[in-house]
T-cell receptor, first 117, second 112 residues
Framework: DSGVTQTPKHLITATGQRVTLRCSPR?????VYWYQQSLDQGLQFLIQ???????AKGNILERFSAQQFPDLHSELNLSSLELGDSALYFC????????????????FGEGSWLTVV | GNSVTQMEGPVTLSEEAFLTINCTYT??????LFWYVQYPGEGLQLLLK?????DKGSNKGFEATYRKETTSFHLEKGSVQVSDSAVYFC???????????FGKGTKLSVKP
């Protein structure tokens, strides 16, 4: 158990719909990351938040957005869903990424399986 | 840009065989390097890491050495078990953000 909690574990929804994925980071971790894992694209970094503020952006579509709340939990919102958005979405967390943060271990949750039909 | 290249799978071995999964990277500066493992139906778990050149990361019988001269971080295990069957991802992290850049993953199947 990494200490990172994601809900829901599985989600099936129709094209055009909107879903929200939720993540609670490990206790004490200020940084939250979102990744998408699909068969064709592999593991893609979407976005990172640190203590409520956006820190880095990766290959995140404009239809997707995220935020980190004052209690440090994070939500990933996916809208106007397409079949190609079906994937496993991981949340991860780490301690303060500043000052050598790239040496810190990033801990992953078990992921949220999204199926768009 | 920064990238990770790892050997294509799948890799099928017999129990107690020697394992090598090759990983090379391209990065500006001096990244940290990681191996993550994903067991069937589970999330990603950190297997080992190295944060500077010549460091050796090790865990559960697996090891990998950070080779700056060859920009490599190959994963090795002397004797694999059926329970090692999983997908292995090589990754790097660089800069103040710390987000990971992953290779495509190598699926390992170990037969009894």
């Amino acid at each position: 158990d990494s200490g990172v909690t994601q809900t829901p574990k599985h989600l099936i929804t129709a094209t055009g719909q909107r879903v929200t994925l939720r993540c609670s980071p490990r206790s004490g971790d200020l940084s939250v990351y979102w990744y998408q894992q699909s068969l064709d694209q592999g593991l893609q970094f979407l976005i990172q938040y640190y203590n409520g503020e956006e820190r880095a952006k990766g290959n995140i579509l404009e239809r997707f957005s995220a935020q980190q709340f004052p209690d440090l939990h994070s939500e990933l919102n996916l809208s106007s869903l397409e079949l190609g958005d079906s994937a496993l979405y991981f949340c991860a967390s780490s301690v303060d990424p500043r000052d050598g943060g790239f040496r810190n271990t990033i801990y992953f949750g078990e992921g949220s399986w999204l199926t768009v039909v | 840009g920064n990238s990770v290249t790892q050997m294509e799978g799948p890799v099928t071995l017999s129990e107690e065989a020697f394992l090598t999964i090759n990983c090379t990277y391209t990065a500006t500066g001096y990244p940290s390097l990681f191996w993550y493992v994903q067991y069937p139906g589970e999330g990603l778990q950190l297997l080992l890491k190295a944060t500077k050149a010549d460091d050796k990361g090790s865990n559960k019988g697996f090891e990998a050495t950070y080779r700056k001269e060859t920009t490599s971080f190959h994963l090795e295990k002397g004797s694999v078990q059926v329970s090692d069957s999983a997908v292995y991802f090589c990754a790097l992290s660089t800069g103040s953000q710390g987000n990971l850049i992953f290779g495509k993953g190598t699926k390992l199947s170990v037969k009894p």
